[in-house]
């Protein structure tokens, strides 16, 4: 498999997910600004959305949108538990959560990243962030991951949100249970190695 990356991004969320499976993988880095690949090719020719992730399979396939390709990670890897069975009530929770961080959080954050789009505005989407990170927090009450013990894709995904909360100087630090999580998350060996891989940490 091969993964289109862009340091740091949504893309972080695949990476870990890759890590997690211990799958092997290549990795191609974007330049998102001209849409080309380290090398000089044009990223659209091979994703005509111009975005990451994009994962491709060995079968030649491409799939984008992350939510569907950490599921498709994780169903190779099973045993892992990375997502539950499908079809099962437990897998539809982790929709639940692969949908909540893609729409309520993910979203929200794209005009933080627009230099057009003015303070004011961004102060609103960054009011609506913290509303949906105090959601999250709360669910977590009492547990390790979102869905409980068990650390799946969906954590992946989210912590990659809670960097982006970083980069953007926004303050969880009222949300405990949030900020637990983001530690316990950071502190995973396939989640420090995503990131050394992507330059965002330095190796051990």
């Known amino acids: 498999?091969?993964?289109?990356?862009?340091?740091?991004?949504?893309?972080?969320?695949?990476?870990?997910?890759?890590?997690?499976?211990?799958?092997?993988?290549?990795?191609?880095?974007?330049?998102?600004?001209?849409?080309?690949?380290?090398?000089?090719d044009d990223y659209l020719k091979i994703n005509p959305k111009g975005q990451v992730?994009?994962?491709?399979?060995?079968?030649?396939?491409?799939?984008?949108?992350?939510?569907?390709?950490?599921?498709?990670?994780?169903?190779q890897v099973a045993a892992k538990n990375l997502a539950p069975a499908r079809d099962s009530a437990?897998?539809?929770?982790?929709?639940?959560?692969?949908n909540f961080i893609t729409?309520?959080?993910?979203?929200?954050?794209?005009?933080?990243?627009?230099?057009?789009?003015?303070?004011?505005?961004k102060n609103f989407f960054k009011d609506r962030i913290m509303g949906k990170f105090k959601h999250a927090d709360s669910q977590l009450a009492g547990r390790d991951y979102l869905m409980g013990k068990q650390f799946t894709v969906a954590d992946g995904y989210?912590?990659?949100?809670?960097?982006?909360?970083d980069g953007n100087k926004l303050d969880l630090s009222g949300l405990k249970n949030l900020m637990a999580y983001k530690d316990r998350v950071a502190a995973r060996p396939t989640v420090q190695q995503a990131l050394t891989r992507e330059g965002l940490m330095k190796a051990a």
């Not at 340091?7 to 890590?19: N, W």
């Not at 437990?90 to 692969?98: A, F, N, Q, V």
């Not at 989210?158 to 909360?165: E, G, H, I, S």
């Open 1 to 40: 498999m091969k993964l289109y990356y862009s340091p740091g991004a949504c893309s972080l969320s695949p990476h870990i997910a890759l890590c997690e499976a211990g799958l092997p993988y290549d990795l191609v880095k974007v330049d998102l600004k001209a849409k080309k690949l380290e090398n000089g």
């Open 53 to 75: 992730p994009a994962l491709a399979l060995d079968s030649g396939e491409l799939v984008t949108e992350g939510p569907v390709i950490v599921q498709i990670i994780a169903d």
């Open 90 to 98: 437990e897998r539809y929770k982790l929709l639940e959560w692969l």
């Open 103 to 121: 729409g309520e959080l993910h979203k929200n954050f794209s005009p933080l990243f627009n230099p057009a789009i003015p303070d004011e505005v």
């Open 158 to 165: 989210l912590y990659t949100m809670l960097r982006w909360a």
